[in-house]
């Protein structure tokens, strides 16, 4: 009795210790504070030090990043505006992190050293929630201060003369018929004038159009020109006109002169985020109810056809039940965060599992990854939106798992993001590899919220209730609405709608309402999801499922697919003599046949292989480079002799934004670099300023042919007719030839054509591709009627997996049968697999850029 006493106690122990486990007392949320506030030191100091007043710093160079002198990345660089950027985005986290004194040097350098008249053009997003909003929340912080009366006693409201002076110079962008915005402004030129080398756009994000409220709104209320909100109301109202009436939804792009949709697919994602964000937060800050009207009516649609806990997926706006795509971007990683603003928290806390489940695998989010939770494209930039959703839901729960979590973010970042000068984004999260650049918003966000969730008010210089974050983590007073009451004639017309009210409707939130005396509420939650991604699991046999595996019939390639599918294979000859009795102990390892079926591809399903040749001096042909074709544009297989032409780089690169040397491009084939916007979009421009041909070259470092299979580019989702010219794709590595060759020669001529048809190439290879399908069937039950030819077998038994490859006499022909054939030693049962046909490797659309 007294050992069954001892054991239930020392059970019971275990168990409060196993409870406990997660909890942080006060001595370790120091420690981690004193090192978050180490770290920007280290971040902040290494910007100062080596970049200021550059507007970013590259920590790989340990340089600042200064636009026109560094390599033209396209889109990306519409943030730089040459206005000191890092410094601005990050004034009032030197007040939440109480470094007053730092603040109070850095105010002095912005008013000093920053100008907001340069010829540049900038992204009117991009400049609105960091400079102006960085701006606006640091003239909030350093009016507070010089209330108090300790310091900035010499402060004139500097820091708001900026901001309205930047208010002026951006509201040229919204001289458009519609009300929406213009994405690009000039912040000397504006848009129209015909210096501004902008204002032929015709389209922006819903994001870009309706994250400008909040800022413009207070710039208004505190500098009593109503002109700002009343603009950034109206571009709000367009959208919420042009919402998808059946189902509530938004689109992703919109044209800014007719209000149409040009992108109809719909999520919470890049795109649309922070439009969502700003309807809920305009509530809270100005207390106007439309703005919470049309939220609770989007929330409705999103939490309808988007939320498939814990998953977030796009759909198509006007046919919602239709998911439009397989993978996820890490933007999304805010939405938990806005769900605990709106009182949702059960699936923010499913949502949130699923993102830091990911993290546990990856390290950081990827840029993209898949409903598997596989990457989809690997960058990380140091995105702060799940470090966001995690401060929120400390704060709406309480539960301690959730500084474990920002504990995890912390140590991430310095073991993999950490260098001498700085913290650098990740490259891919699967190598590891650092890319030169530490956006603003590291700065003005990340840490902000880092720094939070350690932290007591009682801690902070600043009542941060007080306050409401902008998507950028800058800092506005709730007490905005009535303290600076609204200009005359800026308030939009409430339009009257229906919608099923719930208890979080009008009010706010609070942790008693939402689980009463369940302290556990947000783990039962989480519990269900805690092996999302199989992290951490023990091993369970997955369900039989019907499969297709694409591969190609040349040799061993189908064997290392299957090993890298996790099959492990021995040759029967191996496997007899050597020891099998280790194999007994894995449960789940089946004794099974394959079927397999070999096939010509359908020809429209095939990648044909296209050639860049090198035919001037000195290459006359000699130097050929493998490309991939397009499913758009001119039909190369139909010309033949291909297209012939001197190749120019475009400028920008990227070819996504309006085309500076269209008269070196006319006649000639454009160089452009992938990414930042779709493929369609490049080949119009790069048409319209008079190219014959585009060679897009993967901006990917290292990726060839050799290793990834070739892909079809493919459109933007809308016609593609009106695209006529020749397009290829080179791989990076490939690409570096061609445009070192450029650099070294100047004139350089090459011939666009289907590799079958390159000059001095006499013999044609078909592919043949191999459609591998799987399905259980009794022993012995198709060896009768085995096809004649090779056939392969794998033979995967409870205690063994065997290999066996047979001959079976006559020799192959161009179309051939080859089967595989599956038994269990149980009484397993599978239906027939489906009889599509899959794609080959080299047959799959890309449509990402």
């Not at 122990?13 to 909890?23: A, R, T």
């Not at 409201?157 to 001289?175: C, I, S, T, V, W």
């Not at 389209?203 to 400008?212: E, H, K, Q, R, S």
């Not at 649609?301 to 039940?321: E, G, R």
Request: aromatic residues 8%.
């Amino acid at each position: 009795m007294m050992m069954l006493k001892t054991l239930l106690i020392t059970s019971l122990l275990g168990w409060v210790k196993c409870q406990e486990s997660q909890s942080m007392t006060s001595e370790e949320k120091t420690v981690i504070r004193d090192q978050i506030i180490e770290m920007f030191d280290h971040a902040y100091g290494s910007y100062m030090k080596y970049a200021y007043p550059a507007d970013e710093l590259m920590p790989l160079s340990c340089r600042g990043r200064v636009r026109g002198l560094e390599p033209n990345r396209g889109d990306i660089d519409d943030s730089l505006g040459k206005f000191s950027l890092t410094l601005i985005d990050t004034l009032d986290t030197l007040v939440v992190l109480n470094k007053l004194d730092e603040f109070e040097d850095a105010v002095r350098k912005a008013v000093k050293d920053v100008r907001l008249d340069n010829d540049v053009v900038v992204s009117v997003f991009e400049t609105n929630i960091r400079v102006l909003g960085g701006l606006l929340g640091a003239h909030v912080m350093a009016d507070l201060l010089r209330q108090r009366g300790d310091r900035m006693q010499w402060y004139q409201d500097e820091l708001l003369h900026m901001a309205k002076e930047l208010g002026h110079r951006l509201l040229p962008a919204f001289n458009t018929t519609s009300g929406l915005p213009y994405p690009k402004v000039n912040l000397r030129y504006g848009v129209l004038n015909p210096l501004s080398r902008t204002g032929t756009e015709s389209d922006t994000c819903t994001a870009c159009a309706g994250t400008m409220i909040l800022e413009f709104a207070a710039l208004s209320r505190m500098s009593g020109e109503s002109v700002f909100e009343e603009h950034a109301r109206k571009a709000m109202d367009v959208l919420w006109d042009r919402r998808q009436r059946g189902s509530d939804l938004v689109g992703t792009v919109i044209n800014i002169h007719n209000g149409e949709w040009v992108r109809r697919d719909s999520g919470v994602g890049a795109g649309i985020d922070s439009y969502y964000e700003y309807l809920m937060k305009a509530y809270i800050l100005l207390g106007d109810n439309v703005f919470l009207e049309r939220f609770n009516i989007h929330y409705s649609a999103i939490m309808k056809y988007i939320s498939q806990p814990p998953l977030l997926l796009n759909v198509h706006m006007h046919n919602p039940t239709v998911s439009v795509r397989s993978w996820m971007d890490s933007l999304l990683a805010f939405f938990p965060g806005l769900q605990v603003l709106r009182g949702d928290l059960k699936p923010a806390i499913e949502t949130h599992e699923m993102l830091y489940q990911v993290t546990k695998q990856h390290k950081f989010l990827p840029e993209a990854f898949t409903t598997e939770f596989r990457v989809h494209w690997g960058q990380h930039l140091l995105r702060p939106e799940f470090a966001e959703s995690t401060y929120y839901l400390y704060k709406a729960t309480g539960d301690p798992y959730y500084l474990r979590v920002g504990q995890s973010i912390v140590e991430k970042l310095n073991a993999y993001a950490r260098v001498p000068c700085g913290f650098a984004a990740v490259q891919d999260v699967r190598t590891g590899a650092h890319e030169d650049r530490m956006d603003s918003f590291f700065l003005a966000e990340m840490f902000k919220y880092l720094y939070l969730l350690f932290s007591e008010k009682s801690q902070l210089p600043i009542d941060i209730d007080d306050y409401i974050f902008t998507t950028e983590a800058h800092l506005l007073p709730v007490s905005l609405s009535t303290t600076k009451p609204p200009c005359k004639g800026n308030i939009t017309e409430t339009v009257p709608v229906s919608q099923e009210e719930d208890l979080f409707t009008h009010s706010c939130p609070s942790t008693e309402t939402l689980f009463p005396n369940n302290p556990s509420f947000a783990k039962t939650i989480r519990d269900s999801y805690k092996y999302l991604t199989g992290v951490g699991r023990a091993f369970r046999p997955l369900p039989v499922r019907e499969i297709e595996l694409p591969l190609h019939d040349n040799g061993m390639e189908p064997v290392e697919f299957l090993k890298s599918m996790g099959i492990s294979l021995t040759p029967l000859n191996e496997l007899a003599a050597g020891d099998t009795g280790n194999l007994k102990e894995h449960k789940g390892v089946y004794r099974v046949k394959l079927v397999a079926e070999v096939s010509q591809t359908a020809e429209e399903e095939e990648v044909v292989p296209h050639v860049v040749q090198l035919i001037s001096p000195p290459f006359l042909g000699r130097t050929v480079l493998t490309a991939g074709p397009a499913k758009f544009g001119m039909d190369l297989s139909k010309q033949e002799h291909g297209v012939k032409g001197s190749i120019v780089k475009a400028s920008p690169y990227t070819a996504c934004g309006p085309i500076d040397n269209t008269v070196e491009l006319k006649g000639r084939i454009a160089l452009a670099l992938r990414g930042d916007c779709m493929f369609a979009a490049k080949a119009r421009r790069l048409q319209e300023a008079g190219a014959i041909g585009v060679i897009f070259i993967d901006h990917r470092e290292g990726s060839n042919s050799e290793e990834t299979p070739l892909f079809q580019m493919v459109g933007d989702g809308d016609s593609t007719e009106d695209i006529t010219l020749a397009l290829v794709f080179l791989f990076s590595r490939e690409g570096a030839v061609l445009t070192a060759a450029l650099e070294e020669h100047h004139n350089v001529d090459v011939l666009l054509l289907p590799k079958e048809r390159q000059l001095g190439h006499d013999k044609t290879e078909k592919h043949v591709g191999m459609n591998i399908k799987l399905r259980l069937a009794e022993e012995g039950e198709l060896e009768e009627g085995a096809a004649r030819g090779p056939t392969l077998e794998f033979v995967l038994e409870k205690d063994e997996v065997l290999l066996q490859e047979e001959e079976l006499g006559e020799e192959r022909q161009s179309q051939q049968q080859q089967k595989f054939c599956a038994k269990a030693t149980e009484n397993d049962r599978t239906e027939p697999c489906s009889a599509d046909s899959s794609q080959t490797p080299n047959s799959g659309p890309n449509t990402n850029p």
